[in-house]
């Protein structure tokens, strides 16, 4: 580690002082961190439960000092809400972290209808958690007159939509605790089809396989014949299976090779599955009983819920599991707790433990991260540990992952102590442990930012830390500005651009001065931004307090593809609209996790 002289240690006790002083009264971030798990070695997917941190413990009751005095009322007025029924019931009140049951009040049925499938599965963890609270809120339906409700006319229920969505992020205990909700569910074919792969997908093939052979009487369908096969061929019946697989043959169903595959390895033929594009959970259930290898193109496209279940099953090969486990983690699907617990079981040769950095260079993916970790977790020598997360870190940054290594070293990162001989790791620590939601501990590193990251940290820290508003003043600006512009050819300007735009959105006064060194080279126009209907309508849902319809269309707006939207043009628009319907910890929230993936 290099050595600082006096005079450049008292310039970083300076400069963090002046990044000091801009953390102060403001609103906490808001933690968005995903579940953590126990931390226990993942076993069968029963074990990885929900996320839990969306119910807060009770608040304490206090035992001692005077009693709190309560102004007296003369009157309450109720104002009863619609009875809740079955389509938009959820298990999270909003005690208990979820939203109001008004969420959905003045918004019709049909938008909704047409909007929640289109709520992204993303990596995205304040998206993530805005979609389980949307999705798990206990609401009254629509108020007569807002539009039909969503079930009219063979369209799916609220309930389905909301079910769908959580299955496809990997969410597969809440998908179930709201399939759980409706009454006389076994009436309905895609409800039942979608309990059956909920249980498959939980591990549960007993479960499965009874409430295939209730149902298969009832609907008719070749999904529900492959079923019943799927189940035959799990139950050791092999010749009904193979009775079964030549009956849809000869009624030319829609071919599925990898399933007729799957069967036929079951009951004892050779065979090798050499692609599997879209596993479902039936492939799910049939591959884990057949002991075979996952194919490479479906361990890349898999849904989080199907890698969820591979991570966890104990059938899989060990470096196909870490693969999953981490994909899935990214997703929220499984908790970074038993991600962590996985890396910490995968074995490496003597060579590779004693040079990590470059063996995991060489390696990449999975198991070059959990080498990394494992290597950072084992060395004792502060300042070593820390040489081994900033090269982590800044492998991160270049691939977009961030956050994500971020909250996989989380635990690491707060063992160490912010000490003169680790200023060198001062700026990474700032950055990791606010995308962690760790504000007060990020606080203690920011003495010992030298003068070259401080500019360049400075919108983060303000941000996350938040500070006075005099706090701010226009050579901090320049100063950002012109380290972000000057860096990484024309990333440079991008950032400073998305810089100045998050600083405006949370109300510090950026104006013409500060945008002037980028207006010569930004562009004026962007086509980048979602369609009409969300566009126009996230401003005027915000507007209204409509809760539901204003986090449903901030979704669309921020998510892209499987990533939060570092353009600020989309960025913003969802912001703003939180922090006007009054969800400001999540408005700052996404603004940390915006600037962090855009690199600042």
Known sequence: ???????????????????????????????????????????????????????????????????????????????????????????????????????????????????????????????????????????????????????????????????ERLAASGQVDAAQSILNLLPNRGSVDALERRDVELAFLAGDQKTACDRVGEDVRRFKDVWWDRALIACQALGGDHAKATLGLDLLREQKAAKDEAFDTLVEVLGGRRGKLERLPDPSPLHLALLQSSKLAMPSDALATASPAVLRAWAASESAPMAQRLVAAERAAAFGAVPVADLRALYEKTEFTAEEQSGPVAAAAKMKGARGHALLYAAARGQKLPAARAELMRTMLGTARKDGDFIFVARLIEPLVLELRPTKDLASFAGDAVRALVATGHREEAKQWLPLVDEETAPTLYPVARLALGGDKPAWDARRAAAAVDALAKADG????????????????????????????????????????????????LPRAAAAHRLGETVLLALVTAGEGDHLSTQPVRAIRAIEALRVAGLENDARAMAVEAALAGGL
């Open 490 to 537: 024309d990333a440079g300007p991008r950032r400073a651009a998305l810089a100045l735009a998050l600083l405006g959105a949370f109300d510090d006064p950026v104006g013409p001065a500060e945008w002037a060194p980028l207006a010569a080279t930004q562009p004026l126009f962007s086509l980048d931004v979602p369609g009409g209907p969300v566009w126009f309508e």
């Open 1 to 163: 580690m290099p050595v600082f002289q006096n005079d450049r240690i008292g310039a970083r006790h300076l400069l963090g002082a002046a990044l000091l002083a801009l953390v102060g009264a403001v609103p906490a971030l808001a933690q968005v961190t995903l579940a953590q798990g126990s931390g226990t070695p993942l076993a069968p997917p029963t074990r990885l439960a929900p996320p839990q941190r969306l119910v807060p413990p009770p608040p304490a009751k206090a035992t001692t000092g005077a009693p709190a005095v309560v102004p007296a009322v003369k009157s309450i007025e109720i104002d009863p809400l619609s009875p809740i029924d079955a389509d938009w019931a959820g298990p999270l009140s909003a005690d208990q972290g979820g939203f109001t049951q008004e969420l959905w009040q003045g918004t019709p049925a049909p938008f909704i209808a047409a909007l929640m499938p289109r709520i992204p599965v993303t990596k995205s963890p304040i998206l993530q958690d805005l979609t389980r609270r949307l999705l798990l809120s206990n609401a009254a339906p629509p108020q007569a007159g807002q539009g039909q409700g969503a079930a009219t006319g063979g369209e799916p229920g609220a309930a389905a939509l909301r079910i």
